[in-house]
Every structure is written in C-alpha cells, then in structure tokens.
C-alpha cells in the first residue's frame, strides 16, 4: 500500500492584535482539515499575533498572551490534525519568532527563527532574538523542517534541515506584496528544493496591515522544482494537498489547484483595494468620505473606495471655489453618478472670503501668492474633517506618489486624511490604472462593470485649480519626465550624474531632488498608504527632515 500523507494550506488573513479572532480562524481551518482527512493543518509566520505586529510583539503581557493562546488550541485541537501556527516564543529573557508544532493536545516542537530580516520594511533584529539552526520534528509517516520566511532565502537553514533528516520543507511565510514579488519569491524556494531535493510547501499570509498588503500566492513544489500546487493571489483560501511516497522513497505532492496570475496592473489594484478594506475593517471604521474634485487622483481613489466598500459607505463631497471650471464641476458629479455613491455639493466661497477678511490687517502691504492659494486647500480638509468627525466617516486622501515625492500638496489641507490608497502610484501609472479599471472588472469589486472614469477627466490637462488657468506642468516638469526622474532617484537612488547620463537636463533633476529632500517634513506627517514598490514613502525610505545633503556630482 503506497504511504500517503495530506496537509491542508490555510492562507488566511490575520489582524495584528486579535489574538482571539485569530485562533477562531485557526480553528476553524483546523476543522475543515479534520473534515478532509488531513493529518496536517499549516498556517502562515506569525498568525496568532498577526504580521508584522511591530514593536507591540515585543510587549510581555502581549507576547505571553499569544503564547498561552496557542497552547489552548494545542488542547482544543488534539483529536484530529496537527496544528502549524505562527506565534511569538519568551524563553529565558530572550524573545523568538517561532513556528509551534501542535500535536496530541501539547506543543511538540517548536522551530524558532535564525534569520532576522532588517530592511525595507522589515524590523526583526530589533524585535526578536536569533535562534539556533534546529532539526526537523516528526508528523508521523514523514519528518518536516520549518525555515520561516527570511529563512528559506539563505542556504543554510534549508540544508541543515535536510541533513538532519527533513524529507518535506514547510515555509510559513509573512512576505508582503511589491510590483514583481512573486517572481523572485518563486524562483529563490526553486532553488531551495533543487539544492536540497525534497518538496516544499510554501504557505504566505494574505490582507492588508497597514501600508503592506500581504498578497498569499501559496504554493507546493516537487523536487527538481516542478510546481505542484498555486494558489490565488490576494485571497483566503485552504487547501488540501496529498503526498505520496514514491518508490524510491521519496515524497512528491499530486497535482493540485493551479491558479494562473493576472497582470501587474491588476495585482497593483486588487492591492489598493484589499488594503483599503482591510484597513478600515480592522480600525473599525465602516465608511469613508474624500474631496472629489474632478481630476483624476480623486476618481481614482473614489473607485478603488467602491470596489473595496461598496457606494453606499462612500461619500464623495465637491468643494469648488471661483476657480473651479465648470469642465470639473460636470466631471466630478458625473464620476459621482456612475458610481453611485452619496455626492455633496459644499461650496468654499463664503469661509474662504470670512478668513481672507480675518487675515487682511496682518497681511495688508503685502502680494498674494502661494499662501492664498493654499488657504483654499487647508480650508478645503478643515471641512473635510469637520464631515468626517460628525458622520464618523474616515477621510481619504488623494495624492499621487509624484506629488507626494515633492511636496506638491498642501499639508493640513489636501494631505487631511487617515489612509491614501494611491500614495505609492506614480502620476502616470495613475492614468494607465484608470484606464485599466475601464477596460475590467472582477467579482472581487463592489463598484460597477464598464467606464466609471470619465474619460474626459483621464484626457484632461492635471490642474490643482488654485487660480486662473493653472496647469500642474507651471509648477512641475511634465510627469513623463518627473516619474521617470523620481524613479531613478527614489526607487534605484540613482545620482545626479546618471540622471544625466541618461538624458535627463541637469538643472531639471536637481530642482527634483531639491523639492524631493525639501518635502521630506510634509511625509513625515502624511497618511499611511499601499506599499505597491520595495520604495514606497514609509518604512522603505527613512531619509531625515533636517537635512544639507546635495549631491552634486
């Protein structure tokens, strides 16, 4: 009789600090294994305190809770599978990343982590301890090694394992999502499997955690590499895979769920949307409220804010002033229409005149210029979040990644707001996504199918509308050449000299890195938003407020 073993894969989405409603989800994959004739349940790095929990992890009365947690679903779950589960371990002063092994109603081993990732978004080494390269523990019919995450992308742990007597690798994972991840992810554990020959499970979380969407894409692999088992991107799910032993003795998984990826475009937007969601959701906020001015930032946030909400927890609020066109005035309210979403009309003509007359002894003698402009905005996000406040509605805010790399927002006025779903989406890929969001739609949307954008607001000129006939391209070089500038000097941080180098005029790209560091202050205090790049403006990049730094090679 050929010795079989399943395993269930449950690629769920935790919240950071529900220790309850996350060993309620625990169980009940652990369940659904039990009813599958698993002998093996395997959930994600860290899930019972949810990733990345930061530095509360590091709290004693949280990380023993977590603990304490897992050993009661060590005996609520002892007649049936074994339970795999991520979690904090306190030994001895010392605190680990671990991965619990439960198993006949105790904890039976424990695999702890050995490699601390400290970049990008990751704050490990200050967290947690290192722990020792350990052996692999025993299910029964086979013996398993848990690398954990940071693990699997080195050599070492992965062979230690093997060399030790692992016959199967299973990775718990917390990796979050950047344009192209799954690529370099998926080619890092087929190099693991070919140098250790043994089969792989790779489970990942899924959800949004504040500025990080965690995107699953789970997967098996068989030795040499070959994939086995694909699950979908951006969606819980548990599934069950079957192991069989070969006749030479080795264990290969049968051929399972293989779900074929969409494009970057689309895995960029359900990321937005899965972020926005679960960042209310797990805030407890139920509804959102954003200016809706008839450019194209605001009815992109507006649509990614139906499809995530639905329209009837969106309300969408037009502000204009004397120097509104009536092109966005007809714009803003036919976005509204299409979406279906609540629209109000509040003009800031009379608050604007009261604080103008308020201001004019102390600014009498004096010219008007970008002052008075930015009166407009800040007025603008005072009503904002008066509405947000009275209707206990989260405020969206609007900007663009070009915008928001050089300042070209006005803080405590359109930069208001507690959660920026476009915040890491250049200007350009803002009108390709919108124009993306035209052309598809998928059951994971609540807004309608077809053109909810206007295309006259994707063709129209971008103006911040702060007086007469004002472009972005008087303040700004055209975005073609700006994203292209700011990619070079954020995402690659690239110098003034290969900017050059590659074309670009040396007085445009220093004006850009001058705005870039000067602009540094307003991100500080600027809402989280979806990490779609490894350089998004948050934990990616740390630059200093106060700073002299130049480059002028």
């Known amino acids: ?22 060993a309620a989800k625990a169980v009940a994959a652990w369940k659904q294994a039990k009813e599958a004739g698993s002998e093996m349940v395997a959930l994600p790095e ?112 992965a062979e230690a394992m093997v060399e030790s007597g692992a016959e199967m690798l299973v990775v718990p994972n917390g990796s979050p999502y950047y344009r192209g991840k799954f690529d370099r992810r998926l080619s890092t554990m087929v190099a693991r499997v070919i140098e250790n020959d043994v089969p792989m499970v790779y489970v990942n979380t899924i959800g949004g955690q504040d500025d990080q969407a965690f995107d699953g894409g789970s997967f098996v692999l068989n030795r040499g590499g070959k994939l086995a088992v694909q699950l979908p991107l951006f969606v819980e799910t548990i599934a069950h895979v079957d192991f069989e032993r070969t006749e030479d003795g080795d264990w290969e998984a049968l051929p399972g769920n293989m779900i074929t990826f969409p494009t970057e475009w689309e895995q960029d937007y359900h990321a937005m949307v899965l972020t926005l969601r679960d960042y209310l959701r797990k805030t407890g906020f139920k509804k959102v409220l954003l200016g809706l001015s008839g450019g194209i930032d605001s009815a992109l946030v507006a649509t990614i804010a139906v499809d995530a909400l639905g329209a009837e927890n969106v309300r969408c609020v037009m502000l204009p002033s004397e120097y509104t066109s009536q092109g966005s005035l007809d714009d803003a309210e036919d976005i509204a229409k299409r979406l279906g979403v609540h629209y109000d009309f509040v003009p800031i003509s009379e608050g604007r005149d009261a604080i103008t007359n308020t201001l004019a002894p102390i600014f009498e ?26 209707f206990g509605e989260m405020l ?117 890195e001058h705005l870039l560091y000067i602009s540094e202050y307003k991100r500080f205090q600027s809402a989280p938003g979806t990490r779609l790049t490894k350089r998004a403006f948050w934990l990616d990049r740390r630059y200093p407020i106060a700073n002299r730094f130049r480059d002028n090679s």
């Open 46 to 157: 860290m899930f019972i305190a949810g990733y990345s929990a930061q530095d509360l992890v590091m709290k004693p009365a949280f990380h023993r809770a977590c603990m304490a947690r897992i050993e009661q679903l060590a005996q609520d779950c002892a007649d049936g599978p074994i339970l795999a589960i991520g979690g904090p371990y306190a030994e001895e002063g010392r605190l680990y990343n671990a991965y619990f092994i439960c198993k006949n109603g105790v904890v039976a081993a424990r695999q702890l982590k050995h490699f601390l990732p400290n970049y990008n978004v990751f704050d490990e080494v200050r967290q947690f301890n290192r722990g020792a390269i350990q052996g692999p523990y025993d299910v029964g019919q086979l013996r398993i090694g848990s690398p954990i995450c940071e693990d699997a992308w080195y050599p070492d742990v």
């Open 396 to 512: 969206l805010t609007t900007g663009n990644k070009s915008e928001v790399a050089v300042g070209y927002a006005t803080i405590y006025g359109d930069m208001n707001g507690g959660y920026n779903p476009i915040k890491d989406l250049y200007k350009t890929r803002v009108f390709e996504t919108c124009r993306w969001r035209n052309a598809n739609h998928r059951d994971w949307m609540n807004g309608p199918e077809g053109e909810v954008i206007p295309v006259s607001i994707i063709e129209k000129p971008p103006s911040a509308e702060l007086r007469p006939d004002q472009k972005d391209e008087d303040s700004l070089p055209p975005y073609e050449i700006l994203d292209a500038i700011l990619e070079l000097l954020v995402d690659r941080e690239a110098s003034v000299a290969e900017c050059v180098a590659l074309g670009f005029e040396r007085e445009t790209v220093k004006r850009v």
């Open 1 to 22: 009789m050929t010795d079989t073993f399943r395993m269930s894969i449950a690629q769920l989405n935790p919240t950071v600090g529900d220790i309850e409603g996350n």
């Open 365 to 390: 003698g004096t010219k008007p210029d970008i002052t008075e402009e930015n009166i407009q905005s800040r007025l603008r996000g005072l009503l904002l979040m008066a509405m947000s406040n009275k």
